[in-house]
């Protein structure tokens, strides 16, 4: 190369110039003319520059040897021949040297043959070269040398009449890496072209990708929703979502980095949201988001200035659909072109939002707190909508074993027939702030089937409603927000039966006071959520007890509502009856009737533990139908040895047999009755102690003759230590003798005697035995 351009400066001579050095030089001539506006270059453009023509007719006379190649000959032949065979062997050395690694020398001689091209004026093909050649100086970070490639570019298509690819190299011109070493007057001219440009309706039609004139940067302003991440495997990329919910209020921040010399104005600014699902389908096609993809188009409307350096704009929105949305695309409308910025080419990180359902906040209130075992009751459900917009719903009523409940406004006359274990009533749609109320009867039984009784009785209220923002039909008003479904929820109630009795007995006593007359205490427990009034009560004593006529101390006590915790006092003043007609209970049991606010009573029967006072009332008809004697033994010394014998005394106290205590019912035999009085038997045993008795140990006493009696014998202790158990004594009547002489048939009755005996008496072991012994016959003497 270098040789065919020497050899045509010596074919041409010093009177003329080489086209190639002329073409190649520092500044081009193309370049040294003066600057022609856009629309004005478009009216003078031909088809072929002036120094085209020229250069075509201007013919070389240069005299070569005969032993000259042809090839050389026609190289030489005009300017025209000579700059083909350059640019022909320029391509081949281009071809070369990029196939040797050596790209920064093929570069080079790319941009020489890109003048050369100029020169000539066909500049399509200038382009070409250049187009495949601008990048090479910007990935060597050299940026003077890639704004003038850039600005070489910019030269031939705008003379070729390329408007597409002059707008497109326009703004790569902008570069902010090119922006310190563009020249002022170069990139006024620039934006001057790219501003006459983009009026014209050539470049509305393409979809403008996202150039480096202007960039942008999408953020959420949020101080309270939370951020999570998501991967994306189609884009390899995270998703950073941000957590929000139906009707807030959000604002999207969008930056807006300029990068011209002077503002423009631009017609709107477009924002555009992306369901997930669609963005995923989006870019697994032709990656490519449209307005028949988004979702929602949120923008900004003209007049919309963008000064050089940043800018800030912000988009409003209340979404009242929930879903997973990617603010996919910023589009700026710029004239009669739109710049499309889409978030998964740009280096950015890729913005979403996860719109959750608002929170609702419909209440309901389920009435009463609970339910009492063995009644029916009313249950009032109220449905407070709040500030939601509810389009519809349902109510189920689910009631466990044990319960069953009626459809609402049921017929009296159908009632048995109606009831059921569930029950579904619809809910119509309501505004805000309104309010519903259901009402209905619920049955409980008293006892329930299985086995386990811990099982607790239940009704469930599921109310599911759909539902939406409080704010939907004014943002829906405007026509913006593309309609969606409703959201819903679940809410649920529960009213169980109560695990204890609505009142329970923390204690019941009862005292003898008089001689024939009993106080009975009771202290209830109220158990009931909810107040209740006690409207009467009752108690019901088996026999031999009966509340007195005027022995109910409770009237007027309870006539105030009774909340849960406090405890209930009940006094009674009771008579010992024996011979009263009126049936009894087989216990004692109190019954209380409650009254609630709706004026329905319920009945609560109290089993009361008063067996202490009945035992003792069954012991004294014992004792009155028993004869009671005492007897004391008494022993003369505390110690003695094992074998020896040791004095006791019993001394009896007869004085109950003689007048026992008069039974309450007539006695099979009185002793206390005139008539002859039965002779009592006394027998001492040692059975179970530790002695053996002597002397008269069993007898008869006359109880006519006194009342106290002594009745001595002998005990030998049989072992030794201290003895702790002593002999008794057991006495009993002897069976009436009539006047005839025969047994009576009469019945005696038991006597019980209540020994009274030492503490402890020490025995000793014996030492030694003085022994004497005696022959077996004492006639052999």
């Not at 009216?43 to 250069?55: A, D, H, T, V």
């Not at 998703?239 to 929000?244: D, E, G, N």
């Not at 004239?335 to 309901?364: C, H, M, N, W």
């Not at 009755?749 to 030694?768: D, G, H, Q």
Request: hydrophobic share 40%; charged share 25%; with cysteine.
């Amino acid at each position: 190369i270098l040789r065919l351009i020497r050899l045509g400066d010596l074919a041409l001579g010093e009177e003329k110039v080489n086209p190639i050095r002329r073409a190649t030089s520092e500044r081009p001539a193309d370049t040294l003319k003066p600057w022609v506006p856009w629309k004005e270059l478009r009216k003078q453009r031909g088809s072929m520059s002036p120094e085209r023509k020229k250069n075509i007719i201007e013919a070389w006379t240069i005299n070569f040897s005969p032993d000259v190649s042809s090839w050389v000959r026609n190289a030489f032949s005009n300017s025209s021949t000579y700059e083909d065979t350059y640019l022909e062997l320029a391509k081949a050395a281009v071809y070369i040297n990029r196939r040797a690694g050596r790209f920064r020398f093929a570069s080079r001689l790319e941009d020489h043959r890109a003048e050369v091209l100029i020169s000539r004026g066909e500049y399509n093909l200038a382009a070409d070269v250049l187009s495949n050649n601008v990048g090479a100086c910007a990935r060597d970070q050299w940026n003077r040398a890639h704004y003038w490639r850039i600005f070489r570019l910019a030269c031939c298509q705008r003379v070729s009449g390329d408007v597409l690819a002059y707008l497109e190299t326009l703004t790569q011109s902008f570069n902010p890496r090119l922006s310190s070493v563009a020249p002022k007057k170069t990139a006024s001219l620039f934006q001057n072209d790219l501003e006459a440009l983009i009026t014209d309706a050539a470049v509305a039609e393409p979809r403008w990708g996202a150039f480096p004139f202007l960039e942008t940067e999408l953020s959420i302003e949020s101080e309270t929703a939370g951020k999570s991440s998501q991967p994306l495997p189609f884009l390899r990329r995270k998703l950073s979502k941000y957590l929000t919910y139906v009707g807030d209020e959000l604002r999207f921040s969008l930056s807006i980095n300029s990068h011209l010399p002077r503002a423009i104005s631009v017609n709107g600014i477009r924002l555009y949201l992306v369901t997930l699902a669609s963005y995923e389908q989006v870019y697994r096609g032709n990656g490519t988001v449209s307005e028949e993809d988004s979702f929602r188009i949120l923008s900004i409307d003209a007049p919309i200035t963008i000064e050089p350096g940043k800018n800030q704009f912000s988009f409003p929105w209340q979404p009242m659909t929930y879903n997973v949305y990617v603010l996919a695309t910023v589009e700026i409308q710029w004239k009669e072109a739109s710049f499309f910025y889409d978030s998964a080419l740009l280096r950015k990180p890729l913005v979403g939002l996860d719109i959750q359902p608002s929170e609702p906040t419909q209440t309901i209130e389920l009435n009463p707190l609970f339910l009492i075992p063995g009644h029916v009751q009313n249950v009032r459900l109220v449905f407070h909508s709040g500030s939601d917009i509810i389009t519809g719903g349902a109510v189920t009523l689910i009631c466990s074993e044990g319960l069953q409940v009626v459809p609402p406004k049921t017929d009296q006359s159908k009632l048995e027939e109606a009831w059921r274990d569930e029950c579904v009533i619809p809910l119509d749609a309501c505004e805000p702030g309104k309010k519903i109320v259901i009402t209905t009867l619920v049955k409980s039984t008293s006892s329930r089937n299985g086995n386990n009784a811990d099982d607790v009785q239940e009704m469930m209220a599921k109310v599911e409603t759909s539902y939406r923002h409080k704010s939907y039909d004014s943002v829906m008003e405007k026509g913006e927000e593309p309609d969606s479904n409703p959201m819903k929820t679940l809410l649920e109630a529960m009213v169980t039966t109560l695990d204890r009795p609505a009142l329970a007995v923390d204690g019941s006593e009862a005292f003898v006071f008089d001689e024939d007359r009993v106080m009975v205490n009771v202290s209830l427990h109220c158990n009931t959520p909810v107040p209740f009034f006690v409207k009467e009560w009752n108690l019901d004593l088996p026999s031999p007890l009966v509340v007195e006529e005027d022995g109910d101390l409770n009237k007027g006590m309870f006539q105030h509502a009774i909340p849960e915790g406090d405890m209930l006092l009940f006094g009674f003043k009771c008579l010992r009856a024996d011979d009263s007609d009126d049936p009894s209970s087989e216990r004692p049991i109190l019954r209380v009737v409650l009254q609630d606010d709706f004026g329905k009573t319920f009945l609560q029967v109290l089993p009361l533990n008063l067996d202490d006072i009945y035992k003792q009332l069954r012991k004294e008809d014992e004792y009155a139908e028993l004869h009671n004697a005492t007897a004391e033994l008494v022993c003369s010394i505390k110690e003695g040895s094992v074998g020896h014998p040791v004095p006791f005394v019993y001394n009896l106290n007869l004085q109950s047999l003689i007048s026992p205590k008069a039974r309450r019912s007539n006695m099979s035999v009185s002793v206390a009755s005139e008539g002859p009085r039965p002779t009592v038997l006394y027998t001492i045993i040692s059975e179970g102690s530790d002695w053996i008795v002597s002397g008269k140990v069993q007898g008869l006493i006359d109880s006519k003759r006194s009342d106290i009696v002594s009745i001595p014998f002998r005990g030998i202790p049989t072992r030794s230590g201290l003895l702790r158990h002593f002999p008794e004594i057991i006495i009993e009547y002897l069976p009436i003798t009539t006047l005839s002489g025969s047994l009576s048939s009469s019945l005696t009755p038991p006597i019980t005697v209540l020994t009274k005996t030492p503490e402890r008496f020490k025995s000793l072991a014996f030492t030694n035995s003085l022994s004497l012994a005696v022959p077996q016959d004492l006639e052999e003497f």
